[in-house]
């Protein structure tokens, strides 16, 4: 959930929200004259805390700005061991983190933080950062996510379209498919998480649906919301169906007893041949629960993150996997 950290009425109502991540804004949604008094309205809403079960980071300014160190200052020195990521934007080059990267390093040894203790999720915004996405992706140990920013992305390719997320007419196919899966696989390639950016267009549930769906099932891990509305469309995208739980947890169970009980690498299960690489399949599903009384946890292979409760099951509002959670 991004929150204009210039906004005390939104900082307060994001607490509440059914989020994974709430980030506190510096960036683009806080005007030039307006960014000093978000930086200490920022730095007050972390030390009055509030934030229990949820990741919290903060986008500063990015690094061409005057405005970038004396975030990364004033959230750190600020509010000690509140910040969980700092969100770096629009970041075009390796250098940009690896700058983050030691200026937090020093600021954690003045604040008595253990080494490592922030982390950083890159914003790749233009072309440039997705043609080096590949080294921004191993610029530090600090990543914990690549983010993509579709508004400032389509502007740098000149992409014709004035919905920030959106389609651009006149184009037969989908336009955000290339960098999302660049990005997607520059992430995975380094254990990182994968998170797209926004849909702008608030009041367009279906239009939000459909991007949140295409990111879901094309292996990311999150998207960011811009509004308390987005908030259940984007939970209920990111949780795979029950049906494709109970599927992933038979052939977890399938795999299991062919390997151990009939000695055999693979096993055929409802007409389909399964093996090793439908066993990872598997686990990718059944990672995206969190642990609840239905359905029954599946068999636990190793590297297995704690089960989800599924769509359709008792119903409760799930939320996609937080960046370095």
């Known amino acids: 959930m991004s929150v204009p950290a210039s906004s005390e009425r939104f900082l307060a109502k994001a607490r509440g929200l059914p989020v994974d991540e709430v980030m506190l804004d510096l960036e683009d949604s806080v005007a030039p004259g307006a960014k000093p008094a978000a930086r200490e309205l920022a730095v007050a809403a972390l030390r009055d805390g509030g934030w229990d079960g949820k990741l919290v980071a903060v986008r500063v300014n990015d690094v061409t700005t005057p405005w970038a160190y004396q975030d990364v200052i004033a959230v750190t020195e600020g509010a000690p061991g509140t910040v969980d990521t700092l969100i770096l934007p629009k970041v075009s080059d390796p250098g940009a983190v690896v700058w983050l990267d030691v200026l937090l390093g020093q600021l954690e040894r003045s604040a008595g933080l253990a080494p490592g203790r922030i982390g950083i999720e890159a914003q790749i915004e233009d072309a440039a950062g997705l043609a080096a996405v590949e080294a921004i992706a191993a610029a530090s140990p600090r990543l914990v996510a690549l983010v993509f920013g579709p508004a400032d992305f389509m502007a740098s390719i000149g992409m014709r379209s004035l919905t920030v997320g959106g389609q651009p007419a006149g184009y037969s196919f989908d336009a955000h498919h290339y960098p999302l899966m660049r990005l997607l696989v520059a992430a995975k390639a380094r254990g990182l998480q994968a998170i797209d950016g926004p849909y702008a267009k608030i009041g367009d549930a279906d239009g ?19 509004h308390p509305a987005q908030v259940d ?9 029950s049906d494709d739980y109970a599927r992933a947890a038979r052939i977890l169970e399938a795999y299991e007893r062919a390997t151990t009980e009939d000695r055999r690498g693979a096993v055929m299960l409802d007409g389909e041949m399964i093996d090793e690489a439908s066993r990872k399949l598997a686990l990718a599903i059944v990672a995206r629960y969190r642990r609840g009384d239905d359905p029954p946890a599946p068999p636990d292979h190793g590297g297995l993150r704690t089960p989800r ?6 119903g409760a509002k799930t939320t996609p996997p937080p960046p370095g959670g």
């Open 233 to 241: 469309i984007v939970n209920d995208e990111f949780t795979p169906p």
């Open 309 to 314: 409760t599924p769509r359709g099951g008792d």
């Open 208 to 226: 939000l649906r459909a991007a949140a769906a295409s990111a879901a099932a094309l292996g990311y891990d999150g998207k960011w919301v811009l």
